[in-house]
């Protein structure tokens, strides 16, 4: 699943990795200045926001979600009983790894776990130090470990300093010029 996140120069990237801010970075000064930053450039660069009246002058049909916090769908993670998987970036994200000898796009499942059930490896801010294993998921339904360190390694290796996701390309195999084509002298 992907998720559509607005940059401060207003552009909209699509990305497979992301994860709300937890309490302690909502409360800090440093992050609600950055918040108001972005929202004053926002402002700027496409104007203020409409009111759910002139959303209905536009479109009388619109109906804006609400969000019932009495619901069954709508829940807040107690976070005295969170699992150690809980806020880990790793989890969910979409990543192409080695397979067999291939490159496979598979989706980080879950934390590994020793036969005991306790989890392998010890996470570490710093990618190169973590020995924490993971477990992803290939399209063929394999699931196979990789330690995390291999997992960014590959993440990074695969987006541009703005998120993009990009993948090289091996070779080409084969091709072909229809007749329509335009020829290099036509440009």
């Known amino acids: ?4 996140v607005l940059k401060s120069n207003g552009q909209v990237i699509y990305t497979s990795t992301y ?12 992050e609600q200045l950055r918040q108001t930053t972005f929202n004053n450039k926002i402002r700027n660069k ?12 536009i479109d009388p049909d619109a109906i804006t979600p609400t969000n019932d916090p009495q619901s069954p769908e709508y829940s807040i993670p107690d976070i005295n009983n ?17 397979l067999q000898g291939t ?3 598979g989706k980080v499942k879950r934390r590994t776990r020793t036969n005991s059930g306790d989890l392998f490896g010890k996470a570490n801010n710093n990618p190169i130090l973590d020995t924490c294993s993971y477990d992803v998921e290939f399209p063929d339904g394999k699931i196979k470990p990789y330690t995390a360190n291999v997992i960014a390694e590959h993440m990074i290796a695969q987006c541009d300093l703005e998120g993009n996701q990009f993948r090289l390309m091996d070779m080409i195999i ?3 010029k229809l007749n329509d084509a335009n020829d290099k002298s036509d440009i």
């Open 19 to 30: 994860r709300p801010l937890n309490d302690r970075e909502l409360k800090d000064p440093a």
């Open 103 to 105: 490159q496979q796009t």
């Open 82 to 98: 969170a699992t150690p998987e809980y806020q880990d970036t790793y989890i969910g994200a979409e990543v192409t790894l080695p």
């Open 46 to 57: 496409l104007g203020e926001p409409i009111t759910e009246g002139q959303v209905n002058q």
């Open 1 to 4: 699943m992907t998720a559509k």
């Open 174 to 176: 084969a091709h072909r």
